[in-house]
């Protein structure tokens, strides 16, 4: 006997860490009940829920920990290095409770409504800038493919975090280099262990030159931080809480960016219309984060009571949780015809940015980057193209990020 994942009853579907089931595999895990047993790298067996309304139902439940420390029985830091990012650290991501008011309160500030619109133009001046780079590529080969993530998409977000937080010049490029690796899932341990010790000493090197050398900058008033009476921070939490930020407010942004062009160079009636009324740009940053989210599956969280599900699915205490927040945007009994793109969908439902009061603080500043960059990309370049067929484009190797590994285009004749 199998089950609707394709494995027999009682065993753990196995995640695919190549990115190219992404898809396909939460469809699956959807059909096969509230929560399917799932296994990770490293042997890690967890609940998979993909389901948007058991999600949310889990997102705030008083029995389901962020703790790793508290609530996963036998744990032990550093035994699963894929994981470290997500599990090991200690920030306002693993945190409950108190502690999880506290770190997010600390970062809360820079992410206000006023401090998200005053930052508006400092990612125009960063995506003119990257425009202008083009124009000068397009005019120095205009025949040649030019890998628009690399160029532009990925850089539009990462340069602005690095900005935020006042990472020095000679930092970025081998900090960004971690925090893209922290999301490949098919990594050998070997490689994960590497990535887990550079990853800590990118931080580190961060925080000494901001201690010698404080600035305007949200590393350097995480340090000031620490050496007021209240909201203290232990090092272990700054160094973590930088890993969180620097890494999620970069890697989603690029994604987001990356499958909107991609879907709107497929839809040229649905571009038209945007370029057409400004105001649907953000139908078009909303209709990518729901069939593409930045994130399909989201280490971890932990069961703390036994929680019946319904369908014969219980959790018990102690059970390892692994949300699908990427699922629920293309489920369709929550949006019909999902594979669909659709600008003018109404009802439009998604978890890209989570639920709760886990919910991404940075998600105001990633749509901000989009629905800066897309316009500007396409006005600048009207005849921009894929170089290949869509169906050619390699995904990333993750079960957590989803990107391609890179976009080729030809940004079309000059004049």
């Known amino acids: 006997m199998t089950t609707s994942t394709g494995t027999p ?32 790298p490293g042997g890690l ?56 008011k506290r770190l997010k309160d600390l970062v809360a500030r820079a992410f206000t409504a006023r401090r998200i619109d005053a930052m508006r133009p400092a990612v125009e001046t960063i995506v003119t800038g990257l425009l202008d780079a083009l124009e000068k590529l397009r005019t ?30 000679d930092q970025r490029p081998g900090m960004l280099r971690v925090i893209d690796a922290i999301l490949d899932t098919s990594a050998s341990p070997e490689q994960a262990g590497r990535t887990r010790d550079d990853l800590f000493a990118a931080m580190h090197a961060l925080i000494t030159a901001k201690r010698a050398a404080p600035g305007d900058d ?105 949300i699908a927040f990427g699922a629920h945007g293309r489920d369709p009994e929550a949006n019909p015809e999902p594979d669909r793109f659709d600008i003018d969908r109404t009802d439009r439902q998604h ?7 886990h919910y991404c603080l940075g998600a105001p500043l990633a749509r901000l980057e989009a629905r800066v960059a897309l316009p500007a990309l396409f006005e600048r370049f009207p005849c921009l193209r894929l170089a290949g067929e869509r169906t050619s484009l390699s995904p990333q190797p993750s079960f957590i990020g989803n990107d391609y590994r890179e976009l080729p285009v030809l940004l079309g004749p000059v004049g």
């Open 140 to 169: 120095d080969a205009p025949d040649r493919p030019v890998d628009l993530r690399t160029a532009f998409s990925y850089p539009v977000p990462t340069r602005v975090i690095c900005d935020l937080f006042g990472v020095p010049d």
């Open 218 to 322: 949200m590393t350097s008033l995480l340090l000031a931080a620490q050496q007021e009476d209240g909201d203290r921070l232990s090092e272990a939490e700054l160094v973590s809480t930088l890993i969180l930020m620097i890494g999620a407010g970069s890697e989603t942004a690029v994604a987001l960016i990356d499958h909107a062009v991609v879907e709107l160079l497929s839809h040229p009636g649905q571009l038209a219309v945007a370029l057409g009324d400004p105001d649907r740009w953000d139908d078009v940053v909303e209709e990518t984060l729901r069939k593409h989210p930045p994130i399909m599956h989201l280490p971890l969280r932990y069961a703390t009571a036994d929680i019946d599900l319904g369908e014969g699915v219980t959790l018990r205490a102690g059970d390892l949780v692994l």
């Open 45 to 100: 067996v967890a609940w998979s829920v993909s389901r948007g309304d058991v999600a949310k139902r889990l997102l705030v439940h008083p029995h389901v920990s962020k703790d790793a420390r508290a609530s996963w029985p036998g744990y032990r830091p550093g035994a699963h290095p894929w994981l470290t990012a997500w599990v090991d650290v200690v920030s306002m991501f693993t945190s409950d409770g108190a502690d999880h």
């Open 9 to 40: 009853a009682g065993t753990p579907a196995v995640l695919d860490t190549t990115g190219r089931l992404l898809y396909e595999q939460a469809e699956h895990l959807r059909a096969g009940g509230p929560a399917v047993r799932v296994e990770m």
């Open 351 to 357: 978890l890209a940015f989570g639920y709760g009061i």
